[in-house]
């Protein structure tokens, strides 16, 4: 795949989803990893998503679940090809969208956060292909429809990957698996049977790992594609990613939808960033807000940032090798008082420092799992304060906008404001692709020939979890039992002679 190419997103909906089957279940079945994401009615309270006990986050995430809805679900199979120079994947991405059968809660801002972002309500109530949710009805275990689908995914036994994906795989639970299951340690041994190749959350391994400035969805993906441009450009010894997509032709390209993956820009001038966009990737006034939201913008910043870091870092051990050489010959008092006059620049120093990570410092505060007061302008040019203690967007954490920007001048923005474009990149299916990508890139980074997955072997069955320091780890302890409903459905999935019913919660 070149740098700037675009990225085929087959749309699946209720018209075409039998004739799609079988291209899915191949696709499952041939990749090396699959990369998931979903766009839901809503998430409920936000401060009870982020309890400072992880079962009380469990609770509240459960309930969502059983009164909200997946709305669309988006799945990149990224299939390695041995026979290709370097680490080339063959990209297949799906967009579903989907209509609950049942009844269910939307939430106002959510509905406004993805009309913004593009999505198609009339489309959804028209062709949206139905699912019920909970245990089993009637003939839900066979035929060809959401929940066979999702066991056709788990008979593949890949990887699978997602982007703060707890939130993502209890919906996915409830509405294409199983009924959830009261308590967390008993929905964690279900789960690390449902995927025995392992679990791997990019917002984590962005955080942990890679160890970017931000972590969100847009940010971690345009980050991983600029570096691995500059490999490519550079070229570096060493793998670089590389992608190829298939040629859709006949009446499958009628489902292709062509989502743009342009290269970054460079831009030169004032840096006129709206920093709630920067640290956490929304903002309230959304495609109002006269700052800029270009994710590209905000990188070359962070980056500019971090040189500038570098350079006084550099400078300072430079003046202090040169005093020291001085000092050498200097009385007991000369020395103390440049001692004093190294601890002020250090001093002065820092207070830099604090003002030019303000975006960073703002994205531990948000997920420190208390209210934050964060600023923003309005319409009006005035300063409003936000207070939102989940910084996650109306969808949940891993939207961002498509990086739209007003219009701009070298000394800043002019009289007149364009309304910014909102419904750009951003949709279930091309941010599964964006969160595999960033998988795929960090797989090629931290590649080790020992490990049984090509790199990121610390990140697997990690998920993370806002305003904690460790994640919640995918591992069935040796106190917790599968649930009746999953023990059951693992019969379904795989035959009851592999199935081991350890003793099984309700």
Not at 95 to 123: A, M, R, W
Request: proline share 3%.
């Amino acid at each position: 795949m070149s740098q700037s190419a675009v990225v085929p997103v087959i749309d699946v909906q209720n018209d075409n989803f039998k004739e799609l089957w079988p291209s899915m279940v191949l696709a499952f079945k041939t990749s090396s990893f699959i990369a998931l994401d979903t766009e839901l009615s809503g998430l409920g309270a936000r401060k009870a998503l982020l309890a400072e006990s992880v079962e009380d986050r469990y609770k509240a995430i459960c309930h969502a679940a059983r009164t909200r809805s997946v709305l669309s679900l988006g799945m990149a199979c990224y299939k390695k090809l041995s026979d290709k120079a370097d680490s080339t994947y063959l990209v297949q991405v799906y967009n579903l969208t989907l209509l609950c059968s049942e009844e269910y809660i939307i939430e106002p801002q959510s509905v406004q956060f993805l009309v913004q972002h593009g999505f198609d309500f009339n489309k959804q109530y028209a062709q949206g292909v139905p699912y019920n949710k909970g245990n089993d009805k009637g003939g839900d275990a066979h035929g060809v429809n959401m929940r066979t689908l999702f066991v056709e995914l788990l008979r593949a036994n890949k990887p699978l990957v997602v982007h703060n994906g707890l939130i993502d795989m209890v919906f996915l639970y409830q509405c294409f698996y199983a009924h959830l299951p009261e308590r967390l340690g008993t929905f964690i041994a279900d789960l690390s049977q449902m995927f025995p190749a392992g679990i791997y959350d990019t917002k984590y391994a962005t955080e942990y790992e890679l160890r970017f400035t931000a972590s969100y969805l847009e940010y971690a993906y345009k980050k991983c594609k600029l570096d691995n441009a500059r490999s490519i450009e550079a070229g570096k010894d060493g793998p670089c990613l590389l992608l190829e997509f298939c040629n859709y032709t006949g009446r499958l390209q009628s489902y292709v939808d062509y989502r743009p993956c342009l290269d970054s820009q460079s831009h030169d001038g004032t840096l006129n960033i709206c920093i709630q966009f920067s640290a956490y990737g929304w903002c309230p006034n959304g495609s109002q807000c006269p700052m800029s939201h270009d994710t590209d913008l905000i990188i070359q910043q962070d980056e500019k940032t971090k040189e500038d870091k570098k350079k006084k870092r550099k400078r300072r051990k430079k003046q202090k090798a040169a005093r020291e050489a001085e000092e050498d010959g200097l009385p007991g008092e000369k020395r103390a008082h440049l001692e004093d006059m190294d601890q002020e620049q250090e001093d002065r120093d820092a207070v830099v420092t604090t003002c030019e990570t303000t975006a960073t410092a703002s994205v531990h505060q948000q997920t420190s799992g208390e209210v934050t007061k964060v600023t923003c302008v309005n319409d009006s040019g005035s300063i409003e304060g936000t207070e939102n203690g989940s910084g996650v967007p109306p969808a949940q954490d891993s939207a961002t906008d498509d990086g739209g920007n007003a219009q701009q001048t070298s000394k800043g923005f002019t009289g007149t404001r364009e309304r910014k474009v909102e419904g750009g990149t951003h949709r279930a299916g091309f941010d599964a692709f964006m969160t595999g990508y960033i998988f795929a890139f960090a797989s090629v980074l931290k590649s080790d020939e020992s490990a049984a997955l090509a790199g990121l072997c610390g990140c697997v069955n990690k998920l993370y979890l806002s305003g904690k320091s460790v994640p919640l780890h995918v591992v069935k302890s040796t106190f917790s039992r599968s649930s009746k409903a999953h023990v059951h459905k693992m019969e379904q999935v795989w035959g009851k002679s592999t199935v081991k019913a350890d003793g099984a919660d309700a």
